[in-house]
């Protein structure tokens, strides 16, 4: 896992079915009204790659398919915008 995005620069991550450490992936779908979502944790693959960073963007590109009934997969390109995360908030009474 990276702690700034310049790590992940040029990197790519691809993970396999078989891996036995892999990242959590959780699918949220509606069936009517009904929120319904699955977890899976392996048999499921996975490629990430990202270009050079821009200023703040990160230009990468995904696949994924998972392991469910309908093998669902999605693949397409994405431009991340690059944040700094805020401080945290004081606690009460501090």
């Known amino acids: 896992y990276a702690k700034q995005a310049e790590e992940l ?4 991550a691809v ?3 078989n891996n036995i450490r892999s990242p959590r992936v959780v699918m949220r779908w509606k069936e009517g009204a009904e929120n319904k979502s699955e977890t899976y944790t392996n048999g499921f693959a996975l490629k990430v790659e ?10 990468g590109k995904i696949y994924l398919c998972l392991p469910d009934q309908n093998q669902s997969c999605v ?3 994405f431009n991340a ?6 401080p945290p908030k004081p606690k009460p009474g501090h």
């Open 50 to 59: 990202f270009g050079p960073q821009k200023g703040n963007r990160l230009p």
């Open 9 to 12: 620069s040029g990197k790519s």
């Open 75 to 77: 693949a397409g390109v």
């Open 81 to 86: 915008e690059i944040r700094k995360p805020s």
């Open 15 to 17: 993970v396999t079915t």
